[in-house]
């Protein structure tokens, strides 16, 4: 396995089966996907052990040791359709207290 990296902030962009140099790029799993990196921005690694909770944005990666460490801003993604459900009962408990006061 692979490991595709921010050599600034050390942040796990992607975990591949593959990593190929392309011009101004990487390749990763055989096409599947290029990265730009024109600016060689983004290192990668071969990593024969990534422990399982390790998710790309969520992790960071020390290439010291090639250790793994929470990336500290890392914040959880928002639930778009929880948000919707939680707005429908906000709007229902509104409307059914304007009804109320209007009298209807």
């Given at each position: 396995?692979?490991?595709?990296?921010s050599?600034?902030?050390?942040?796990?962009?992607?975990?591949?089966?593959?990593?190929?140099?392309?011009?101004?790029?990487?390749?990763?799993?055989?096409?599947?996907?290029?990265?730009?990196?024109?600016?060689?921005?983004?290192?990668?690694?071969?990593?024969n052990n990534?422990?399982?909770?390790?998710?790309?944005?969520?992790f960071c990666?020390?290439?010291?040791?090639?250790?793994?460490?929470?990336?500290?801003?890392?914040?959880?993604?928002?639930?778009?359709?929880?948000?919707?459900?939680?707005?429908?009962?906000?709007v229902?408990?509104?409307?059914?207290?304007?009804?109320?006061?209007?009298?209807?």
């Amino acid at each position: 396995m692979y490991i595709i990296y921010s050599k600034y902030n050390k942040i796990v962009v992607d975990i591949v089966e593959s990593v190929t140099e392309v011009e101004n790029g990487l390749e990763v799993d055989n096409g599947r996907l290029i990265y730009a990196n024109p600016g060689n921005d983004l290192i990668s690694v071969e990593v024969n052990n990534i422990p399982n909770d390790v998710k790309p944005q969520k992790f960071c990666y020390k290439p010291e040791d090639g250790s793994f460490y929470p990336n500290p801003d890392w914040v959880e993604p928002i639930d778009p359709y929880e948000t919707i459900r939680q707005l429908e009962g906000q709007v229902k408990t509104m409307q059914e207290t304007i009804n109320f006061l209007l009298g209807i």
